[in-house]
């Protein structure tokens, strides 16, 4: 295992390769000030919602990234995800565009609409679209903030709605870049550059993919889709999920987790959560840490509320400087609800340093920045006829969420979160992650040309997916109207191997490029 574990870090590390280096005041950098906002909404239950037997007031919680387009104008993308109340499980994503205008000193009047996709329930938001528009006051300072808003809740697929009031707290987070064009470039530090930009420390992050195990215990059983209905859970429940951490200190980290189920029961169960961990041990090579997780779970289990925890502990080993693995153990409990399992897995993990030319701890300096090519994107996906239980078989629309990272100027690797917003299946979502390979710009560097390769997981809205396993290859056609900004068209098939599903897609979308600093030691 250690041979194999090996071999994928070296070839990695080979796509990565470098051919040239530059000077460091070659590089044109460039500064996001983005914002992570965490809002609080309640929304109460319609009066049609009365035979569902479901309590009256839902908390629904949750997690945005934005980015100011201009000194007024932001977008964004963003979860949302109840806790309280009992539709534990329902989850959405969607994207956002808000503006931001000065009333008077620190205070601010904001506004935006959120367009996404998810469910729960199904029969409640029917095929998943959510559209919610809200406005209200914001205070600033120091470039934290917190606000109210006033707005409606609206599942317009479906019977899910309700205007409301949020609350919401934000926190900076500055993320320095350069062009894309710039990206998979090497450039000697040489500490003569009087740009401040180059004075600052590096920021240090870890993120890694996840293969975990859930061993349920106690009261916990499945939901009324199962035959029998209810029935108590002790089969093994196979997860796969992601993971970033950002390091407060050199041994204390925050970090954001997403789980989606594949294999246990009938696909649709996920999970996603926001911690503290911190490093006890930690030598060159092997680092003990500790977690603790607070966010929200659910689907194919009996309804509950949604609120989870999820400590956890292990160990980790590197193989190189930024590449390694890791084996961890922990308890998943859901709080107020009967959901509990012990955990156990492992996952790989890639550390970072991006952004500067100092470790932000050891003050060590860096003597050399690699420009790491990233492109984010955001995609309308089409199924034709997708398989269902239960249901007659539709096509799907989807809002999905694209992050591409690139090994070299040939290939990529790709993750994608995908929710449905059409289609009678509200509820469903996919996670995949995959191998890309694109081709050099034709007609006056107007096109390229991609090809991608994909597997993850999939469930939820009765979709007939199996246990949730997925594969979808995928060829397309960027246009690219500048160096960092691209529309993308691709099409593909995806299949469930353990399902009915065996559908057509097109993906139509936009992608925006950067060049994320590597600093290297």
Do not use: C
Request: charge should be neutral.
């Amino acid at each position: 295992m250690k041979k194999v574990l090996l071999l994928t870090f070296t070839i990695i590390s080979y796509f990565q390769a470098y051919s040239q280096t530059y000077n460091l005041s070659d590089l044109k950098p460039k500064e996001l000030h983005n914002n992570i906002r965490l809002n609080y909404i309640l929304v109460h239950q319609p009066d049609e919602l009365v035979s569902y037997n479901l309590q009256p007031t839902m908390g629904f919680v949750g997690l945005n990234y934005n980015i100011p387009l201009t000194d007024w104008l932001y977008t964004g993308a963003g979860f949302h995800t109840a806790i309280t109340g009992d539709q534990g499980g329902l989850f959405t994503l969607g994207v956002n565009l808000g503006v931001n205008l000065p009333i008077y000193k620190n205070l601010y009047f904001d506004a935006n609409v959120h367009f996404g996709g998810g469910g729960g329930y199904r029969s409640l938001v029917n095929g998943g679209g959510i559209l919610y528009p809200n406005a209200g006051l914001q205070y600033k300072k120091n470039g934290y903030s917190f606000g109210v808003q006033y707005g409606y809740v609206n599942f317009f697929t479906g019977i899910q709605k309700n205007d409301n009031v949020s609350f919401f707290i934000e926190i900076p987070t500055l993320l320095r870049t350069s062009s894309y064009a710039n990206a998979q470039k090497a450039f000697t530090v040489n500490n003569k550059s009087k740009d401040e930009f180059w004075k600052k420390p590096a920021v240090k992050s870890v993120q890694q993919i996840t293969f975990d195990y859930f061993f349920p215990i106690g009261d916990s059983r499945s939901d009324a889709s199962t035959t029998p209905q209810y029935y108590p859970l002790t089969n093994t429940l196979s997860i796969l999920g992601f993971e970033y951490q950002r390091y407060l200190t050199e041994d204390t980290f925050v970090y954001a987790h997403v789980d989606a189920m594949y294999a246990g029961l009938t696909a649709g169960f996920m999970d996603l959560f926001f911690g503290i961990g911190k490093n006890f041990v930690e030598t060159r090579y092997v680092n003990f840490f500790a977690k603790m997780g607070i966010g929200a779970a659910g689907g194919r289990i009996y309804p509950e509320n949604g609120l989870t925890i999820y400590p956890n502990a292990g160990f980790d080993v590197k193989v190189t400087d930024n590449f390694g693995v890791s084996a961890h153990g922990g308890y998943h409990r859901s709080v107020g609800g009967t959901f509990e399992a012990y955990t156990a897995g492992f996952s790989l993990k890639y550390y970072g340093l991006s952004g500067g030319i100092k470790d932000p701890f050891s003050k060590e300096e860096i003597t050399e920045i690699k420009t790491q090519g990233i492109q984010l994107g955001v995609q309308n996906q089409t199924y034709f006829d997708v398989a269902k239980f239960g249901i007659p078989y539709s096509n799907l629309q989807l809002i999905g969420l694209k992050v591409q990272y690139d090994l070299n100027h040939r290939f990529y690797l790709a993750g994608e979160a995908s929710f449905a917003y059409e289609g009678e299946s509200g509820g469903y979502a996919h996670g995949i992650f995959g191998l890309g390979l694109k081709s050099n710009k034709f007609f006056n560097d107007k096109f390229s040309a991609f090809l991608e390769t994909s597997a993850g997981v999939a469930g939820g809205g009765r979709v007939d997916s199996g246990e949730g396993i997925l594969v979808r290859p995928t060829v397309g056609i960027n246009y690219h109207v500048s160096n960092d900004l691209s529309f993308n068209l691709a099409g593909g098939q995806m299949w469930s191997p353990f399902g009915n599903v065996n559908s057509t897609n097109i993906n139509i979308g936009l992608s925006y490029g950067l060049s994320i600093l590597n600093a290297k030691k």
